[in-house]
């Protein structure tokens, strides 16, 4: 996954370096997978889907990072890996450090909640459990499914990674 995501990460602040991950418009690249222009469409279709994908994912956050909010896409998605934790021990550590990346008061990367949300997470981490992030990722799911997933589909981003993957589809059938 490093390997095939490894073009994303070389992104500088502009959009247009996010395009790598499909082949230039003048060559294959073995480096970089190919996504289909339905694949591409699908990610309008819901938000969802535009998160299952991996691609999509990608594309998502980089798009955020170039808004300079990238924060609550990656608190979701820290959200998602703390739900998959066994140990206890490794629960507790990874909600900590959740709680002060993204949710205390004047966290670094704080996310957008209202007070009682806030608090009532702060309780649920006292005693941390595989679901104790539930509803404060769901709110900050809904903010980003209402808020930032329409202007990312409104992109010239978006638009252009469309785009690229048409030309794709056309050069292959040819």
């Keep these: 996954m490093k390997t095939r995501l490894g073009c994303l990460s070389k992104k500088s602040d502009s959009y247009s370096d996010f395009s790598e991950f499909l082949p230039p418009a003048h060559e294959t690249t073995t480096r970089c997978l190919k996504v289909s222009t339905d694949e591409v469409v699908r990610w309008s279709e819901s938000f969802h889907h535009l998160?299952?994908?991996?691609?999509?994912?990608?594309?998502?956050?980089?798009?955020?990072?170039t808004e300079f909010s990238d924060e609550n896409i990656e608190f979701?998605?820290?959200?998602?890996?703390?739900?998959?934790?066994?140990?206890?021990?490794?629960?507790?550590?990874?909600?900590?450090?959740?709680?002060q990346e993204f949710i205390d008061i004047q966290a670094p990367r704080e996310v957008n909640i209202d007070y009682r949300t806030r608090?009532?997470?702060?309780?649920?981490?006292?005693?941390?459990?595989?679901t104790s992030l539930n509803e404060v990722q769901a709110k900050v799911y809904g903010l980003m499914e209402k808020d930032s997933y329409p202007r990312f589909l409104?992109?010239?981003?978006y638009e252009d990674?469309?785009?690229?993957?048409?030309?794709?589809?056309?050069?292959?059938?040819?």
């Excluded at 608090?119 to 595989?130: A, F, I, N, V």
């Excluded at 990674?161 to 056309?170: F, L, S, T, W």
Aim: net charge positive; glycine share 2%.
């Design 119 to 130: 608090e009532k997470t702060k309780q649920s981490l006292e005693d941390p459990s595989p």
């Design 154 to 157: 409104r992109s010239k981003m």
């Design 76 to 99: 979701w998605m820290a959200c998602e890996e703390y739900k998959k934790i066994k140990s206890s021990t490794k629960l507790v550590s990874k909600a900590n450090k959740i709680f």
């Design 51 to 65: 998160l299952s994908h991996k691609f999509g994912l990608a594309a998502f956050r980089t798009y955020l990072k």
């Design 161 to 174: 990674i469309v785009k690229r993957a048409q030309e794709q589809g056309q050069r292959r059938s040819v």
